[in-house]
């Protein structure tokens, strides 16, 4: 029936691209939670001290992954430090993420 067939395309049709797109900054962030996509963008949109965790947890993987035994003097002991540090990060975004209500799709 074509009626039928296309209701069942419309419903199987993506959201606007405007609802989907991953904002291009925090991109790690939002690579750790894609589960929390949602929830990531609300908060970033509405939550300025939580922005600044995520750009914490940017800058942390940022230094993590530029370092190198050739330019690091103490390069086994830094990348622990930076690795314990994006991890407390990550619990610290996951606990903001826990007790967030998402507001109903309009």
Do not use: K
Not at 56 to 82: K, Q
């Amino acid at each position: 029936m074509p009626g039928g067939r296309a209701g069942a395309t419309r419903l199987a049709l993506p959201p606007p691209a405007a609802n989907t797109a991953m904002p291009t900054h925090f991109p790690n962030v939002f690579a750790r939670f894609p589960e929390s996509w949602r929830s990531l963008r609300q908060l970033l949109g509405n939550n300025s001290a939580f922005e600044e965790l995520c750009a914490d947890y940017e800058t942390c993987l940022e230094h993590l992954h530029a370092l190198s035994p050739a330019t690091s003097h103490d390069f086994d002991r830094e990348v622990a430090e930076y690795r314990e540090t994006a991890r407390e990060l990550e619990e610290e975004i996951r606990r903001v993420l826990a007790g967030i209500h998402l507001q109903p799709a309009r």
